[in-house]
């Protein structure tokens, strides 16, 4: 009975043993996980990071990190370190920053979403000796928006004036057009890290608590394309503030009232304008077909009307004409008036959307919508068939990615692979039998794999070995200014190694930055290419890291000040068009092409630093743009297919280094029959990714011409490669928006700040 007694005890000690390990364990994995905090307050740190947009994400684009760092102990030299926890992710970023003692510093990081439905992340902060003095683990955080679906920043005057779009009837939340709201303490002061936003909703008493590195960014980013909503809350927000007061495209006056009739219903009603100068809408609200199922056949919208909201009293801010074209008005009183900055455009609101009776109209998300440019059938979707596109990227890499790397064709590998088979199998047993020495076995065979394998190595070197290689192919838009001009660009960069190395790389623009090559949601949102980037406060710095033999891609996304490089004027009499173009370039303009009106023309070349006058019959253009666009995406289609295969297959799909291929990658977004055609042929969802306002086609939508003018041998900017190729190309395309047409056809320029017009006569 007492062996029984003492077995049993034992027993019982044994579980509570177990357990009392168990709750230990658990203790000490919850002190080791909280250990960096406690760590940081130990040492007077507090590290705040705020991710994206209100913890949204753009797929395939920018977005910023803001960062917020005290220290209230011993100054050290720190470094920001970002990346997600996504394994095999080549998107580690860094940023250096020095904290003194009772120190707070902001700064932001633009990175880069690959999408794929990964939004969680890991935050850093390292010192001098690589430490870790403080973690923040963003997992989870940040909501992914689909590349196509439409976000939206706002600064509103108060939470409840915050903008808010309709619900979509499909399920797949990706889609949901989504309202970020922004803080102004924490706005981003790069256009590049706002890159991801479609629209920003600024009310003129947010504006006034910017910086001006913040105003700086925001102009940037309006000018390289974006749109900006701006609403009057006070007149002297506006006439007090100078950057305001120049941004405005109307004289504003005092306050005053109007009753409310059906404007405002009207333009709810409207959603994305048949008039392309009216609509912000890009290229990637615009699916193409099979992309997406619709319960109805495109069928106007029709809302019921507001009974509350007609008759009320509307506060409004008095106008005076000015560069804008009204967009809404109520009578002879505008409430909205649009007008354009650079390639970009701005929406002037009259009235404050903080105010009532606006803030209690139950229409005023689709006011917003329609703003926007969102298609009305956007949102009676019920489901999207979505299979992922493929990046823009992959293109740019065809065509300039060395052409020192060779693929085995498949039917060389087939026949080489049989061969192997033939003697390692019936070659060396009938060669050993007839010999009588089947035991020499354990000695040929592995003398033929060391052989095959010499052989393998030898048709390795043949096809993939060269000599170190840098080239670059820049696309850069001019935007001419009054007061300064400036140049976005995107450059692309592949570098071929014949060894395993790394390569640094840097930029010392204020605004630039670096990413690997992005292959598309399609793929998963993968990165074919490795790159450590560190971000500073201007610039870059980069060490690339190429595997032997490979020839890999990069992409820089910048901006720089500078004067008007191009500059040019059209002018239409009857069947004829004459442009004239001034080349402050110290390169002569190979290849010259105009595009207006669904057309492309062909010019002669123009001498550095010179001018000339072009005169075209437009009847006779040498291509119409929609057909150009259908016939370059296949090719594209195939070069992408062709990158994606480690082997040959006898035809290689690369593209050439040439205008025309840069110029269609520009238009992508046009699709034409023969390319509508061929998407439902394939039944496929599949599209081509580009960044945020590259593609030109909605600037020709609105009735701007496009010039494009391709530079041999030359670069707009200083060399990113710190190192010395044997082989080195730099060429850019140039492309120049000749501004939309003017509404009166008067001759009158629409937009006075520019340097370059188009009349009409």
């Known amino acids: 009975m007492n062996l029984f ?90 940023y250096q920053v020095e904290l003194p003692t009772d120190s707070l510093k902001r700064f932001v990081v633009p990175a880069f979403s690959t999408g794929g439905g990964y939004g969680r992340w890991n935050a850093r902060l390292l010192d001098s000796h690589g430490e870790v003095r403080a973690r923040r683990q963003l997992g989870g955080a940040a909501n992914v928006q689909a590349w196509q679906a439409p976000l939206i920043g706002a600064l509103p005057a108060n939470f409840s004036a915050m903008p808010s779009l309709p619900k979509i009837n499909s399920k797949q939340e990706e889609f949901q057009p989504r309202v970020a709201r922004l803080q102004a303490k924490l706005f981003p002061d790069s256009p590049i890290a706002l890159e991801g936003l ?58 005053g009232k109007i009753t409310t009739d059906q404007a405002l219903h009207r333009f709810a009603e409207s959603g994305a304008s048949s008039d392309p100068s009216q609509t912000s809408s890009e290229h990637r609200f615009n699916l193409p077909p099979k992309t997406y199922q619709v319960s109805s056949k495109n069928k106007p919208l029709k809302l019921e009307p507001d009974a509350d909201f007609r008759g009320k009293t509307l506060v409004v801010t008095e106008t005076t004409p000015g560069e804008g074209k009204v967009l809404i008005s109520s009578g002879e009183v505008p409430l909205a008036i649009r007008a354009f ?33 969102i298609p009305s059938d956007w949102y009676d ?80 070197y043949r096809l993939r070995a060269g000599e170190k290689e840098w080239n670059e ?15 976005r660009g995107w450059t692309y960069a592949s570098v071929y190694s014949p060894v395993n190395a790394s390569y640094p790389v840097a930029s010392d623009l204020r605004y630039a930055t670096l990413r690997p090559e992005f292959q598309g949601t399609r793929e998963g949102g993968q990165e074919s290419s490795r790159a450590a980037v560190l971000q500073g406060a201007r610039g870059f710095r980069a060490n690339l890291s190429v595997p032997v033999w490979t020839s890999q891609l990069f992409v820089s996304d910048w901006q720089k000040p500078s004067t008007n490089l191009l500059e040019g004027k059209l002018v239409r009499r009857k069947d004829r068009l004459k442009l004239t173009l001034r080349n ?10 105009l595009a207006f009106e669904g057309r492309l023309y062909k010019l002669d070349s123009l001498r550095a630093n010179a001018s000339r006058q072009f005169e075209v019959a437009q009847g006779r253009a040498f291509r119409d743009l929609d057909e150009l666009a ?17 082997l040959s297959t006898g035809s290689e799909g690369r593209l050439e280094r040439e205008p025309m291929n840069a110029i269609a990658a520009s238009l992508v977004s046009l699709t034409g ?31 701007q011409a496009v010039v494009f003018a391709w530079a041999e041998n030359f670069s707009p900017i200083e060399p990113l490669n710190q190192f010395k190729p044997k082989r080195l190309q730099r060429d850019t395309l140039f492309r120049l928006a000749l501004p939309e047409r003017s509404p009166s056809r008067l001759g009158k320029t629409v937009n006075p700040e520019s340097a370059t017009t188009l009349t009409y006569e």
């Open 5 to 94: 007694r003492s077995i049993s005890l034992a027993s019982s000690w044994s579980w509570w043993s177990v357990w009392m390990r168990l709750v230990v364990c658990l203790l000490l994995g919850v002190a080791c996980s909280t250990t960096p905090s406690l760590y940081a307050q130990k040492e007077g740190i507090r590290f705040d990071v705020f991710l994206g947009f209100d913890k949204h994400l753009h797929e395939g684009e920018w977005f910023p990190v803001v960062c917020e760092v005290e220290n209230t102990g011993p100054g050290f030299v720190a470094t920001f370190e970002l990346s997600p926890e996504r394994s095999g992710s080549s998107q580690t970023r860094r």
């Open 198 to 255: 479609d629209m920003i909703y600024l009310n003129s008493k947010e504006a006034l608590k910017l910086g001006a590195e913040q105003v700086d960014g925001l102009m940037r980013w309006l000018r390289s394309g974006g749109h900006l909503v701006l609403a009057i809350e006070q007149p002297s927000d506006i006439t007090a503030t100078p950057w305001l007061r120049r941004l405005s495209p109307c004289q504003v006056g005092n306050l």
């Open 341 to 373: 900055k650079g390639r970009g455009q701005i929406s002037l609101l009259t009235f404050s959307p903080s105010r009532e009776p606006f803030l209690s109209w139950q229409h005023r998300d689709w006011f917003w919508s329609s703003l926007i440019g």
């Open 584 to 593: 402050r370039l110290d390169s002569r303009l190979d290849s010259l092409w």
């Open 673 to 703: 029959d023969a390319q509508a055609r061929n998407i439902r042929r394939r039944g496929r969802g599949d599209f081509l990714m580009a960044p945020n306002r590259f593609d030109v086609s909605p600037l020709i939508a609105r009735g």
């Open 381 to 460: 979707a019920e489901q999207f068939r979505y299979y992922g596109g493929q990046s823009l990227d992959g293109v740019f890499g065809s065509m300039i990615e060395s052409r020192q790397v060779r693929k085995l064709p498949v039917v060389w590998l087939l026949v080489l692979l049989g061969v192997y088979l033939l003697v390692i199998g019936p070659i060396d047993h009938f060669s050993l039998k007839r010999l009588n020495r089947q035991m020499l076995t354990w000695i040929t065979f592995p003398l033929y794999v060391i052989l095959f394998s010499a052989l393998i190595y030898y048709i390795g």
């Open 473 to 487: 192919l820049h696309v850069v838009d001019v935007v001419p200014g009054e007061e300064e001009s400036m140049l």
């Open 630 to 646: 259908s016939r370059y995406r296949d090719r594209f289609a195939d070069a992408l297919r062709s990158r994606g295969r480690a």
